[in-house]
């Protein structure tokens, strides 16, 4: 295999980025796996890979992580691949502890009470090691590098974000740490929505959005991506539940193709909601300078 680096920050153009999330291992998520082949292999300027949780929908099951990591070593031996841990990388335990612990349940999903201990994080962090002690962060479950022109940014749904919290104050220092001159361009990458107009996951990510929803607009994040609800909506800027052209987009991607199918029970469109369909796709964002990008969802 011949191992490529995404180009060093600046402004180089055009650059392109593959995203999905919840992707799983079925005949779908094969398919939506070549689409990303197709669009990313063979760029001159090596592009990178941003999925948003669940990988392999192992559930505790171990030989399902190597069976899904061979399914798609013909996309990641070639795209260097950028994660967040989804709920089923975490399937966490029955019993926590009330001391305060570097990563521990805190949105509404999964419950403790519903859910395997038999995952905790283990084969996502020693499968998949993330780039974090290089931007400062003391744990690989949320990370940020920069490749070409973008800042990646990669924070856990289900661990501490209140202010206080270790992954509070690392985002904090971490926008702190950002030069729009060599990366204008902020993606924001995590696992629970915070903008969802689909009936499944209302809420979970509340906390996680009333946490750290005023970082990301003072930063002026450009895209907020994630996964956990199975299918695609696209937003327009909005901050705090309105409308706003110096917010960031949210966009939901978790109709990667895994094995539990897309989600149809949808609400009321709100008023930043333009679009969303129920179907499996994963998306490409092309960044042409420094103010410009074109998005495309393949389904």
Not at 17 to 25: E, R, S, T, V
Not at 33 to 54: A, C, K, Q, R, Y
Not at 101 to 112: D, I, N, R, V
Not at 208 to 233: A, Q
Request: aromatic fraction near 14%; hydrophobic fraction near 30%; include cysteine.
């Amino acid at each position: 295999y011949e191992f490529l680096q995404p180009p060093a920050p600046g402004q180089v153009y055009p650059y392109k980025l593959g995203l999905a999330a919840d992707i799983g291992q079925t005949s779908l998520s094969e398919k939506n796996m070549n689409v990303l082949i197709e669009g990313l292999d063979g760029l001159e300027n090596n592009p990178v890979f941003l999925l948003g949780g669940d990988l392999s929908y192992a559930d505790g099951f171990n030989p399902r992580w190597d069976t899904w990591s061979m399914m798609f070593e013909p996309l990641i031996s070639k795209v260097q691949m950028l994660t967040c841990p989804g709920n089923h990388e975490v399937r966490l335990p029955t019993h926590l502890g009330s001391q305060p612990q570097p990563c521990h349940y805190s949105a509404t999903s999964p419950q403790p009470s519903q859910v395997s201990s038999s995952e905790q994080f283990v084969n996502y962090d020693a499968r998949f090691p993330t780039p974090y002690k290089a931007s400062g962060s003391t744990s690989p479950h949320w990370f940020s590098k920069e490749v070409g022109p973008v800042h990646v940014i990669s924070l856990c749904s289900y661990c501490a974000t209140h202010p206080g919290s270790w992954q509070y104050e690392w985002l904090v220092s971490d926008f702190e740490s950002i030069d729009r001159e060599k990366t204008p361009w902020v993606i924001v990458m995590t696992h629970a929505p915070w903008y969802n107009s689909n009936s499944a996951h209302q809420g979970e990510a509340e906390p996680h959005r009333v946490d750290m929803e005023e970082l990301l607009y003072d930063n002026g994040v450009d895209i907020f991506m994630n996964g956990h609800v199975h299918s695609y909506e696209r937003s327009i800027g909005v901050y705090n539940g309105c409308l706003n052209e110096c917010a960031p987009n949210f966009i939901t991607l978790g109709d990667g193709g895994n094995y539990e199918g897309t989600y149809y029970n949808w609400i009321q469109p709100p008023p930043w909601s333009v679009v969303r369909e129920s179907s499996f796709g994963v998306a490409f964002l092309e960044i042409e300078n420094a103010t410009h990008a074109y998005w495309n969802w393949t389904r």
